[in-house]
């Protein structure tokens, strides 16, 4: 298995610029999310979803769309990049068959600077 | 509002030392506490966790020690390695059905030198 994969592994962005982040999984897992990682922040949650075709707002949604149309796939658009949203970000996977709902699976992450 | 705050900021130990990372959090709800591993440019990974109806639990040279009362929770590195060094967040969940939201400390970045 390949686990949690994400593209792009690094980008750079123009102010007012749109770009999707992908995230794939191949564990079958229910549950996906998106989180962005600040220094001295830790990682805080911007949208999950619970299965295809549920989607919700996590802690810091603002500037951020998700859908999730496959169990597998779970992109993350920004629809206008702004600098405020230069971060490196990471998305999870958790809940499959015989697995605990608790434990995420994390990807090896997309650094993203907006200038 | 920090729920989960951990300290240090960052740790140097010795070989063969022990690392204590720290953390407290304000809501009695949370009933699932993981410690998450991150190398660098790499994603975060579970390292331990651990539920409120236990004190401690030990897997390895790794320990969780849990105070309910003072709402502390820690995580004990025996016998560090040069190996460990990583950044270390603690974490803090609720619910024991349906996905759980995840508050992260804001993580601590170990050092073992030889």
């Known amino acids: 298995n390949a686990g949690v994969t994400q593209t792009p592994k690094f980008q750079v962005l123009k102010t007012g610029q749109s770009m999707t982040l992908q995230c794939a999984q191949d564990?079958?897992?229910?549950?996906m999310s998106w989180y962005r990682q600040d220094p001295g922040m830790g990682l805080r949650l911007i949208h999950y979803s619970v299965g295809a075709g549920i989607t919700d707002q996590g802690e810091v949604p603002n500037g951020y769309n998700v859908s999730r149309s496959t169990t597998e796939d779970f992109p993350l658009r920004l629809l206008s990049a702004a600098p405020s949203q230069t971060s490196v970000y990471f998305c999870a996977s958790s809940y499959g068959p015989g697995g605990a709902r608790y434990e995420q699976y994390f990807g090896p992450g997309t650094r993203l600077t907006v200038t | 509002q920090q729920q989960v705050k951990q300290s240090p900021q960052s740790l140097i130990v010795q070989k063969g030392g022990i690392s204590i990372i720290n953390c407290a959090y304000e809501?009695?709800?949370?009933?699932?506490f993981p410690w998450y591993q991150q190398f660098p440019g790499k994603g975060p990974a579970l390292l331990i966790a651990?539920?409120?109806?236990?004190s401690e639990k030990k897997e390895g040279r790794f320990t969780i020690s849990f105070n309910k009362s003072a709402k502390q929770f820690s995580l004990h590195i025996m016998d560090s390695q040069p190996g460990d060094s990583a950044t270390y967040f603690c974490a803090a969940s609720i619910g024991r059905a349906g996905y759980q939201k995840v508050t992260f400390g804001t993580g601590t970045k170990l050092q073992v030198i030889p």
């Open positions: 564990m079958n897992h229910e549950y």
């Open positions: 651990i539920r409120p109806d236990v």
């Open positions: 809501n009695t709800a949370f009933d699932y």
